[in-house]
C-alpha cells in the first residue's frame, strides 16, 4: 500500500555523520509508526529508531545520544541523523512504515547501504 525508497547511506570515516532519509508514496495510506532498522552481514535486523504521529521515539540502546530520528508533519517522510558513526554502526538501513488505513500495512524500503570505516 505504501512505497518507500531510502537516500543518504554512503562510506564514510569513523566519527563522522550521515543523514538518511526516507520517503513515502502511494495513493492512500496514513503512517502511524515509521522507523529505520539496519542489518550487518551475518546478522539479523535490528531495530534502530522508531517515531510516532506524537512524536514519541525509541531508540535502540547502541545509537541513543548519537542518533536522533525525524518526521515531516505529514508523516510521509521520515529522516535518521547519525552522529559519531563506529564501524559497528556499518550495515544496510531500511526504513519502515505500519498503518492501519484504509487497511493494515507493514511496508519496508530496499535499503541503503551504510560503511564506517576506521
Known amino acids: 500500500q505504501v512505497q518507500l525508497v531510502e537516500s543518504g547511506g554512503g562510506l564514510v570515516q569513523a566519527g563522522g555523520s550521515l543523514r538518511l532519509s526516507c520517503a513515502a508514496s502511494g495513493s492512500m495510506f496514513s503512517n502511524n509508526i515509521m522507523g529505520w532498522y539496519r542489518q550487518a552481514p551475518g546478522k539479523a535486523r535490528e531495530l534502530v529508531a522508531t517515531?510516532?504521529?506524537?512524536?514519541?521515539?525509541n531508540y535502540a540502546d547502541s545509537v541513543k545520544v548519537r542518533f536522533t530520528i525525524s518526521r515531516d508533519n505529514a508523516m510521509s517522510t521520515v529522516w535518521l541523523q547519525m552522529n559519531s558513526l563506529k564501524p559497528e554502526d556499518t550495515g544496510v538501513y531500511y526504513c519502515?512504515?505500519?498503518?492501519?488505513?484504509?487497511?493494515?500495512?507493514?511496508?519496508w524500503g530496499q535499503g541503503t547501504q551504510v560503511t564506517v570505516s576506521s
Open positions: 517515531i510516532t504521529r506524537g512524536d514519541s521515539t
Open positions: 519502515n512504515a505500519r498503518g492501519s488505513w484504509p487497511t493494515s500495512y507493514n511496508s
